[in-house]
């Protein structure tokens, strides 16, 4: 069992930065492959980003792409996405997770991970 808790959310306007952290607890951090994903009302999770539990392989959505940066330091237990040139429709609440044991992928899909936070709140205004 692993707990993750996301903070770093907040209001930024356009063309702004943010850095979400997700800190881990429970079992060792280090085994799991993290993802990021979003949510905004009425739609479903999208994938933002991933990275393997040696941190050596990391893996983009299109939106995302040459803006995020995703990147884990295991000796704290966190995991953070850098989140630079940010638009109004980057808008969501960000979900942290964890799946894997020691696999070192890069996972994109919900089903993937066994392990979520609750969420950061971040808004983009124009």
């Known amino acids: 069992q692993v707990q993750l808790v996301e903070s770093g959310g907040g209001l930024v306007q356009a063309g702004g930065s943010l850095r979400l952290s997700c800190a881990a607890s429970g079992r060792t951090f280090s085994r799991y492959d993290m993802g990021w994903f979003r949510r905004t009302p009425g739609k479903e999770r999208q994938f933002v980003a991933a990275?393997?539990?040696?941190?050596?392989?990391?893996y983009y959505g299109d939106s995302v792409q040459g803006r995020f940066t995703i990147s884990r330091d295991n000796a704290k237990n966190t995991v953070y996405l850098q989140m630079n040139s940010l638009k109004p429709e980057d808008t969501a609440v960000y979900y942290c997770?964890?799946?894997?044991?020691?696999?070192?992928?890069?996972?994109?899909?919900?089903?993937?991970?066994?392990?979520w936070g609750q969420g950061t709140q971040v808004t983009v205004s124009s």
């Open positions: 990275i393997g539990w040696t941190g050596g392989i990391t």
């Open positions: 997770a964890a799946g894997g044991d020691y696999s070192d992928y890069v996972r994109v899909r919900e089903y993937e991970y066994e392990y």
